[in-house]
């Protein structure tokens, strides 16, 4: 989607994911202020973007339960001897 998007679209994209990861891994906000100081399209970004994460998080963790008891269910049946 974004990589046919025209340049200016394409651009602010990259900006706002930038902001975000400053925001995300220092806890720093783009402009000066608290959290209701910043544009509308960074926290707009922030939602989008936490939203994603927990979708895929929880992908991969229901993904991690399901190989554990698949594991555990082979090491409990017992073993065929030839």
Request: charged share 25%; hydrophobic share 35%; with cysteine.
């Amino acid at each position: 989607m974004v990589t046919s998007a025209p340049q200016s679209l394409r651009l602010h994209v990259d900006l706002m994911m930038r902001a975000y990861h400053h925001y995300d891994r220092r806890n720093v906000l783009p402009a000066q202020g608290a959290w209701l100081d910043q544009s509308r399209s960074f926290l707009a970004c922030v939602e989008i973007i936490d939203s994603e994460r927990n979708y895929w998080e929880g992908v991969l963790h229901e993904h991690q339960e399901r190989e554990m008891k698949r594991m555990q269910a082979q090491t409990k049946s017992p073993r065929s001897h030839r």
